[in-house]
């Protein structure tokens, strides 16, 4: 049995995007991770060592976004899934990759891509 933290709302400033102006100018995208952890081992000891550090891992998400430009959001999405994974607690892991401000000439709210990524283990 696998427990769920989630971070929601996680705005990073990135210049993602196929189009030259998107790379140019940049834009907000907004991060929701869900981690799937066994909180029993924290939940007993009431240490933060036994869990998975959000603040921190926060940090890194941020970092991944605001850092190195892809063109895809998959991609994107797909490296978030690979900085939460190293967490030793975690066992998979939940990415949607909002992208509020996307080239679209329509009006619409939001764009997102949603992904999980579970952990490989090894035999």
């Known amino acids: 049995m696998t ?24 834009q907000v ?3 929701d991770l869900t981690l799937g952890i066994d909180t029993r081992p924290a ?10 550090h959000y603040g921190l891992l926060v940090d890194r998400v941020k970092e991944a976004v605001e850092n190195d430009p892809v063109d895809l959001i998959e991609t994107l999405a ?3 899934a690979d900085v939460a994974l190293t967490g030793e607690r975690v066992e998979w892991v939940r990415v949607v990759v909002h ?10 709210k939001d764009v997102t891509l949603s992904i999980t990524r579970h ?3 090894q035999t």
């Not at 939940?43 to 998975?52: C, N, R």
């Open 29 to 31: 995208f907004v991060i």
């Open 99 to 108: 992208k509020p401000d996307a080239p679209i000439e329509a009006t619409f």
């Open 78 to 80: 797909q490296r978030i």
């Open 43 to 52: 939940a007993a000891s009431d240490d933060l060592a036994d869990t998975e």
């Open 3 to 26: 427990d769920e933290l989630t971070v929601t709302g996680i705005e990073c400033f990135g210049h993602h995007g196929v189009f030259d102006f998107e790379r140019r100018e940049g």
């Open 119 to 121: 952990k490989r283990t």
